[in-house]
């Protein structure tokens, strides 16, 4: 083999590659090719995935480059409309600093040059130049580009420039695509023919090497039409447009004979991509854990060594890696740091003495975390929690695994007691196993942002970024976007669209000559081959239809676009364009550009990145905004964290079912479980939020039983007991496991995780000789064989499902409080749900039709006393908020408000109108007469619209008194007398109401602005049939379906609404 492809563009070209790089590996083996480049126009987002396959393909070496973009002699970071020209130029890594400077310049050319394209300039391609080799490109690249100008000087001395940047390292490339396609131009040809020409010439004078590319864009030349479609779709092009942009359809993978036929004359054309492949050396680009420093308080520095020699055995444990290497001062310091904090928080948490058990969980977690190299991880979450704390937000109790932790509970990372609840380290950190930790933090919606700003402000911009996403297109999408470019008529592609199911189905294949029931992805390919409609067009449809389905399902998983991860963030030790790519988007609060990654959230840790998740949790809002309810209606500060843990108002909502808006227990089938199940303490909720999902939910009968009373608790072995009492013998939680396999057959804490690990992923080789230990370790400590092969059969059957303790006990915690503030302040509770839940009106019928029942009312909004979002009044009714209004501007409101906080409550209609003159237009006053934000002043909302003297309406006079009410203000401002004269516009006269408001056209008009009845119900006067004769309310429909799914039953019902 005497030719490698080192112009290579995968799907991470958006929208101009197809190619995945699993098929570009498997191709490269197929054609016995000895390497491959991946060469993305101005990007490195698909390097980490290029080489994870490059280690299943051990004979093709992986070339690791890009195709930039590069600045036409002009500075790159200038960016205007004379600014705009660039070339392309291929840059191929060497080896590992190589591939740190292909970094640097794909880095720069997103922060500084992005413009268009993301350029940079020469400068930037010579700095970083070292160890990196250099081709000359397409015939959009420089010495092409000059070549077909005419202009050969300015192509010798771009080449000499090359060259002197460099040296054996640059090479002139060519191309040839004669295009097949029939009555398709050979323009793209001609002009490869001519630099081929040129280039030759210029390669014999200067005595730089040629090497042939072939461009690719895709793996097979049968791709070529399914790319021309891609094409189509970036260019917003149709398929029958003449003048679109065209590729030859020769962009492919082609074989060493196909490349070979190309250049008949010039075999060196192809054996000198053979030397730049063995310039190439074998690298990895996956390294240890570089976590950031945490900057320690120079208070703590200047008595260190006290400390040094207080945690000294600590610190003793992890002083070294495990290569032996000493990990220097710093790391010692932030080991001494982060054990004050800790016993810090410990006294604080538990008191100034604490137990033995205490002492020796803060000990063993300690050393393990010392051990493993995280003391600044830790230090780092516990900094940006604190500060959000101080600056008033909210923050959850902990989720996952992460809150088995004590030394996090201490730190204030976490606000679960793992000790009191039987939470386990080694769920979150296996001392017998190196891996991240996994911190996820849950803060409040509006907060979570500014959590975000202080991390940036703290390390640094540079040393900071957020995670890149990449949206592909999915079955339905695929079909669409062919169908668009193919001219299908829009019906037409939603009738296939509509074929694709939501969710997996279930289909019968033949497997083994028996027929079977399997289940697929709704994968267009799955479709299209085991759905009998959709399958039927495949093969049977329109021309049209089949060549739209045969498309799609080609371009089905091609990446459509870039976004960002909501949660996801970055902190690097240093600047983070040192350790990976880095590109930009515009912050979605503040419209700056932030960094992101050029690699997927899952590839992070891979190149030794810390990543964290900073999750928004509407809940912790909701709560916020309660507490403030309270204190505004009551004058009391409520401390969520404080309240009694065994309130029996509370349990008392939750055995009722009473729990619409409690979060985890919001389902009907959920309601009806705590019915039967009437919770009496903490540990209730915790199991029914663990057992209440997929799978486990077999195992709720017999726990409501249990506790009941109405079946007997029984252990197979006494010992079981001490973990299985809280849940009344049932094994609800992976740490149960855990804990029973210590306690019953000597596993360590890291064996026990690894059973965990491998009964919930059904790792049945790793499972098979923890059997035997269990057998055998249950043996030596007394336990009959046939009771430990029953416990080991049940844990079998169950472990699969079994939940993490640690993520029930917070979420139930922060269920419980919101049980809590329902049950003791059910108006403010309500109240905050509405305003955070105002653009889902689905949730919002949810909670009204729930305030009903509780017999809280919700009033229409009101100039006087709302506020943006739902707050409740002196007498404990909910007021709806302006902010809800529809086509009310946010603007608007605030005037409104801002006004009436200023200057007081608005007396009467025309203090209003005066008071907001210039601020409230007709439409605005037409919604607040709708919404019944007027109705306190006194008048009908059908008089508005009644005639008046003038002969319009009342509302358009009353609009035109408060402009030319306006006008007199600003007109007299400016005389010389200082104040409006006496003589004001004249007010004009509300109209007689004539007969009664039309109620149903007032409610009519009423839920067009604010999305519901407010005032009344047109079926309030069928209230007792609907009561006593129906199942539910239209509304309630899904979760009337969703509890008969779950109690695998059916049931006939009736609905009213």
Known sequence: MSFVHLHVHTQYSILDGQSAIEDLFNRADELGMPGLAIT????????????????????????????VYVSNHYDHRLKDKDHKSYFHLILLAKNYNGYKNLMKIVSTGHIEGMYYKPRVSHEVIEKYSKDLICCSACIAGEVPRNVLAGDMDAAEKAIEWHKKVFGEDYYLEVQLHRTEVPGQSQEVYERQLAALEGIIELSRKTGVKIVATNDAHFVRKEDG????????????????DQDR??????????????MAALFPDHPEFLSNTLEVLDKVERYEIDRGHVLPLFRIDEGFLKDIDRYLEKYKEIIDVGRCDKEGNDRGEAFTHSVAFLCHLCYEGARRRYGDTLTEEQSERLDFELKTICRMGFPDYFLIVQDF???????????????????????????????????????????FLNPDRISMPDIDIDFDDDGRYRVFRYVEDTYGKDHVSHVITFGTMAAKSAIKDVARVSNMPIDESNRLTKMIPDKPFEAEVVEDGKKVKKEFKPKLSNCVKYLPELKNEYENGTELVKDVLKYAVKLEGCIRQTGVHACAMIIGRGDLTDYIPISVAADKATGEDVWVSQYEGCFIEDVGMLKMDFLGLRT?????????????????????????????????????????????????????????????RFEDLIAMNALYRPGPLDYIPSFVARKQGTEKIEYDLPEMEEFLQDTYGVTVYQEQVMLLSQKLAGFTKGQADKLRKAMGKKQLDVLESLHDKFINGGKEHGHPVEILEKIWGDWRKFAQYAFNKSHATCYAWVSYQTGYLKAHYPAEFQAANLSRNLSNMDEIKKIMDDCRKSRIRVLNPDVNESDSGFTVNKEGNVRFGLGGIKGFGDNIVKAIIAERETNGTFTDLFDFTERMAGTVNRKAFESLIYSGAFDSFGYSRSQYMLPCQSGDTFLDALVRYADQYRKDKVDSSNSIFGEMEEAKPIRPEMPAMRGEENEMEMLKREKELVGMYLSSHPLDKYSFEIENFTTGSVASINDLINSCEEAKKTMKISVAG
């Not at 990007?43 to 280690?55: H, L, T």
């Not at 039409?225 to 029958?240: F, G, K, M, V």
């Not at 909210?394 to 809150?403: F, I, K, L, T, W």
Request: aromatic fraction near 10%; hydrophobic fraction near 35%.
């Open 385 to 427: 929690i604190a500060a959000a704390r101080r600056n008033g937000i909210s923050v959850g109790p902990g989720r996952g695994s992460a809150a088995g932790s004590a030394v996090a509970y201490c730190l204030g990372i976490t606000n679960i007691d793992p000790i009191k609840y039987q939470l386990l380290f080694e769920r």
């Open 620 to 680: 912790l809002s909701i709560i916020k905004e309660c507490l403030a309810n309270i204190k505004k209606r009551h004058g009391i500060d409520i401390d969520i964290e404080a309240i009694p843990i065994d309130d029996e108002e509370t349990y008392r909502l939750y055995g009722r079912g009473d729990t619409t808006s409690v979060f985890q227990f919001e389902s009907e089938g959920m309601k009806q479980w705590l019915q039967k199940l009437q919770p009496t």
């Open 245 to 258: 942009l065209r590729y030859t359809q020769q962009e492919y993978l082609k074989s060493e004979e196909e």
């Open 40 to 67: 993305d126009h101005g990007n490195m987002y698909g390097v980490k995935e290029f080489f994870k396959f490059a280690k299943k393909h051990p004979d093709v070496k992986p070339i690791v480059g890009c195709e």
């Open 225 to 240: 039409p399914a790319h021309d479609r891609l094409i189509c779709l970036t260019t917003n092009a149709y398929l029958t």
